[in-house]
């Protein structure tokens, strides 16, 4: 009973933050000063046609009118008097005044510049970049994790020295700097010898216009961008493992002579658990809230290239949705991560 309602709180708390970056991001865009309707007709057009077009898009209206018409498009939930606004279906019995309640469909809105639903735009995009994020996140796990245990048990060594030389370097070097060097080098340099191309998303059409997978174009961007998290959870590693080395109990288990193994899957790596979940959890939600320029770089049309698109244009429902997909990310990570707190550490349940 006490988790159901930690989860509850954390779920309550999560809607307020997501409710709060929505009001807060939407106000900046459109106070901004930039006409979206300029952008899509272009400089030429006459005023008529420009009023016209921001009369249609509701971009006329106060600034408190116009969150309030987004958030009632985003909630599954509305008070209307106009019941052909919405595609959905009215409570029965329930009316106030001439309004009605209404449970409908959560409504993204469409593209300024394509003429496409947002929701469609990003339920393409989405399966791409959670693809990509997973195979970093994997990649970044096991290597950081493997790398961090090793350097910990060889502390002061060569080897330890080394792999924190390289630790640091990976952290120094930013995603996309990364990027590009595999591209050019992988990729084109040694392409007949990798057979991995510069660029290209996994989703590709073949000669005869059949879709198909191309697994080769996961390669490349998913080390590029697990190369940061690699070096830091593998840091992060090697410093909770010679914490937990150090305490009284590794040592009677030394002494009681259980090998070096035995220690460290049973005693050491679940005490040092908690700092490296925290770790993972926080750059999973970094990885699935989108690689915008490792996207770009290697050309993989995921959630990041929707959004830098996006920004480029000044396409106010696109880039509104990114921020709420990239929020909802971090909230739902959050929560994840405080019940794997539960079930991992005992005390966290007093």
Not at 328 to 344: A, E, G, K, Q
Request: glycine share 6%; hydrophobic share 50%; aromatic share 10%.
């Amino acid at each position: 009973m006490q988790i159901l309602r930690l989860f509850l709180s954390r779920v309550a708390s999560g809607l307020l933050i997501l409710i709060s970056v929505v009001v807060l991001i939407a106000s900046i865009i459109y106070l901004a000063p930039v006409d979206p309707t300029r952008l899509s007709f272009g400089q030429r057009s006459d005023s008529a046609t420009i009023a016209q077009k921001k009369q249609e898009l509701g971009l006329d209206k106060p600034l408190y009118a116009q969150l309030v018409d987004y958030l009632a498009d985003l909630s599954p939930v509305v008070l209307t008097q106009n019941l052909d606004k919405y595609e959905g279906f009215e409570v029965a019995d329930i009316k106030i005044s001439s309004y009605h309640f209404l449970l409908k469909k959560s409504n993204l809105r469409v593209s300024y510049q394509t003429g496409n639903k947002v929701s469609t735009m990003v339920r393409q995009a989405l399966p791409k970049t959670i693809i990509l994020a997973l195979a970093s996140f994997i990649f970044a796990a096991i290597f950081g994790i493997l790398f961090g245990v090793i350097s910990a048990a060889k502390k002061d060594t060569w080897i330890d020295k080394s792999l924190l030389a390289v630790a640091t370097l990976g952290i120094s070097v930013p995603s996309y700097v990364a990027a590009i060097v595999m591209a050019i080098i992988f990729g084109f340099v040694f392409h007949n010898i990798t057979g991995l191309n510069i660029q290209g998303s996994i989703f590709e059409v073949n000669d005869y216009g059949d879709d198909y997978v191309a697994w080769k174009n996961l390669i490349l961007p998913a080390i590029a961008l697990g190369i940061r998290p690699v070096s830091i959870i593998m840091q992060l590693t090697r410093s909770a493992v010679l914490e937990v080395m150090g305490q009284d109990y590794i040592r009677t288990a030394k002494a009681k002579g259980l090998s070096f193994i035995k220690i460290m899957w049973r005693h050491i790596m679940p005490n040092a658990m908690n700092p490296i979940v925290t770790s993972l959890t926080g750059w999973l939600a970094s990885l699935l809230a989108g690689a915008y320029f490792v996207e770009k770089v290697f050309n993989f049309k995921g959630i990041g290239e929707l959004t830098i698109n996006g920004l480029i244009n000044y396409d106010l429902p696109v880039i509104l949705a990114t921020v709420i997909f990239i929020c909802s990310v971090f909230i739902v990570i959050n929560i994840i991560t405080d019940m794997l707190y539960i079930l991992i550490d005992p005390r966290q349940r007093t």
